[in-house]
């Protein structure tokens, strides 16, 4: 499908803050854009070393074989999804469960296209919890009716969940997410079942996506979602929860929350431009010609010359 808007902005995914346009050859599909140079340059600024732009490309093609809903999206949403995992290196979809690529038909995109939306799994926060550096181990767990559970807050905090050894322990009751922190320290959150699912009314994917397919995946996400604002993470990792937060509460989330841009009479978007061909390379400069050498001085001038006979 092709992008029939130009959309203007200057993209900065990565945490130097540098600001590139991105640009493509022509107009053309939201993967020609994906796939071409200008836009893996910019994947490959944000990416970590453990992901290349070209893993994280076909990830993304085979996301859209999957659901071929997402090529119908807004091309400023798609991108900016695509450049949100590339900046915080999580892998869409549900080999790894760190995130998900789901379009949703809200209609508030200006052109009237759904918007694609990232909403991050509950791998993907363990992932970004995990490279602060400061978290040693990070968890969480659904309690059943059948399990021993106790909590206590306040001066002496406690939490304590033994698991009933049967096959059917009952429903879910509580979901809790416990956090060890390097300076020996913990920290942990729980939350009841009603309040998970108080949660889940007021997404806009509490029917559908993997509210509907993993429930007890975003349960634990949306305890440790909860359990971020006590911990030591990274700007990004904040940045991440509150874009998810956002997305849950069913509010549209902009490239503008993603990436760095300038404003436009359109909104926030990136521009496709034709790339610049590389230019050729200068030809090699002449080595300079030696100057002829001149006569080495008479080092004993009073010294009589010796003439053969």
């Known amino acids: 499908m092709s992008t029939t808007d130009t959309l203007l902005e200057k993209v900065n995914p990565n945490a130097a803050k540098k600001a590139v346009a991105v640009k493509a050859t022509k107009e053309g599909s939201l993967l020609d854009v994906v796939t071409g ?15 290349t732009p070209e893993r994280l490309t076909r990830i993304v ?16 949403s798609f991108y900016g999804c695509v450049l949100q995992c590339a900046q915080l290196g999580l892998e869409p979809g549900s080999a790894l469960g760190h995130c998900y690529l789901l379009p949703f038909g809200n209609g508030k995109a200006s052109d009237g296209r759904p918007n694609a939306q990232l909403i991050i799994g509950y791998r993907g926060m363990i992932d970004l919890a995990r490279r602060s550096g400061q978290i040693v181990s990070i968890s969480a767990h659904c309690v059943h009716e059948a399990d021993e559970f106790h909590y206590e807050f306040g001066l002496h905090e ?23 922190l390097v300076g020996g320290g913990f920290q942990f959150d729980v939350m009841s079942r ?5 949660v889940r009314s007021q997404s806009k994917a509490g029917t559908k996506g993997p509210w509907a397919t993993h429930w007890a995946e975003m349960a634990k996400k949306t305890v440790i979602r909860r ?27 902009t490239a503008s929350d993603v990436i760095d841009g300038i404003a436009t009479e359109k909104g926030v978007g990136i521009e496709i431009l034709p ?29 009589p010359e010796v003439l053969e006979p």
Not at 39 to 45: E, I
Not at 243 to 248: A, F, P
Not at 294 to 300: I, Y
Request: hydrophobic share 40%.
């Open 37 to 51: 140079k200008a836009f893996q340059k910019q994947m490959a600024l944000a990416l970590p070393k453990s992901l």
């Open 194 to 198: 009603a309040e998970i699912e108080a």
């Open 61 to 76: 093609m085979s996301e859209c074989r999957k659901t071929p809903a997402l090529l119908n999206c807004s091309p400023t």
């Open 227 to 253: 359990l971020f604002k006590l911990l030591p993470v990274s700007i990004e990792a904040q940045r991440a929860v509150e874009v998810d937060e956002k997305t849950d509460r069913g509010e549209a989330v």
């Open 158 to 180: 406690d939490c304590r969940h033994v698991p009933a050894a049967m096959a059917d322990r009952g429903p879910v009751t509580h979901v809790y997410a416990v956090a060890r």
């Open 275 to 303: 790339e610049e061909e590389e230019p050729a390379p200068a030809p090699a400069p002449e080595a300079p010609t030696a100057a002829p050498k001149e006569p080495l001085p008479d080092l004993n001038p009073d010294e």
